[in-house]
């Protein structure tokens, strides 16, 4: 994952934190204080491994993406492969868009530095499953507007 | 007897300065709490007022009443498709950019949809442009733009506030027409001012940072 050493503080401070809720089912980010914790080629390839599992079904997809999208990190391109080919076989291209632009998001204010890199890395899976990236569609810029519920 | 004098001049010395203090701490308080006040109004009132309004999700008709009778939540998401756990495990639908993919998706299948979806079962390469961006905002409301792009509310709050300050300024210019009375000749006056100064250099009043500190006693004049 590209991090920075404040995230990774950060994220050693949360585990401790969910230690106290057993309850909470969340796989990613949850770091417990007991066991060392995860480095990042874990973390890629555990994540490489669930989007290339066979049966992989929408809500596990959605769960696995959700938990991407709370790390304090840019999902490597393995993991967005693997993820874009995951959507593959579930036929919803609105994921695999939805998951560019989750990328494109997690890059921050280095997105300049970050993006063109992933872009780079990941150009030729897009193009092979004829998935257009965010901007090739317009929507790096707002199109359409959503009336505020508190306007209405 | 010496004792009691100074003491008597000294207070009303010092009325003279408080009630300029005074007047100024007054302005300076309403503002303070004007601002402030309408600054939080501005941007939480609107909300507080729809949430109560809004919360109602229970009903006790025979439909949503569980096993025991007691009010169960309805799930009023349709015929919408459940793709995934959401982020409260509820089958609701909202854009957050922190938990991007929510529990249902954003519209209902209609025919035009669904028609869609068996394209989308082939090559992906054959979909126009336009088909993928229908599709995703079949499952999607918004885009990551939409939901980041500025809502201007900071105008709405910017200028309440100042009109509130404004207001305040015009209550505080009335209370000075209306309310508060003429000012004493102990201020007023030059003359009188002149010998309170004089007075005060007599004295040695606040020799360190004060009104004495600024007179050059050898020369008899003020420090410039």
Redesign the interface.
Known sequence: MIRNAFSRALVAGRAGFLQLAPQSASVAGCRHMSKVAESDEQLTARYVQYFESKDID??W???H??DL??TDAVPEPDIIKACLHAC?RL?????A??FM??V??KCGNRVKEIYPYVLQEVGPTLKE????T?E??G????????E???DM | MFQLASVEHLDLNMNWSLININIGLDLACKLFYVTMASFAVGSVV??CG?LAGGAARLSTSARALGGDGMPAIIERHGKREV???G?NGQPNYIDR?????P?VRFKEETPQIKAL?EK??G?????T?EE??E??R?????????IQ?P?GEWKLALGGTLIACSLAIWVYIWMKLFVYDKMPATITDPQRVEAQVQRMIDLRMNPVQGVASNWDYEKGQWKN
């Open positions: 929408h809500w997809l959605s769960k993406i959700n999208a709370g593959r036929n919803d291209i609105a994921m868009v939805r632009e989750i494109h998001f499953l004829g998935i257009p965010p090739e569609l929507m790096d810029k707002p199109q359409l507007a959503l505020d519920v508190y | 609107r909300r729809r793709i995934g756990y982020y950019v922190d938990y991007p993919i529990a979806r989308e079962k090559d992906w390469k054959n979909l442009k993928v961006q599709l995703y079949a499952t999607f409301c918004r885009t990551f733009a939409e792009a809502t």
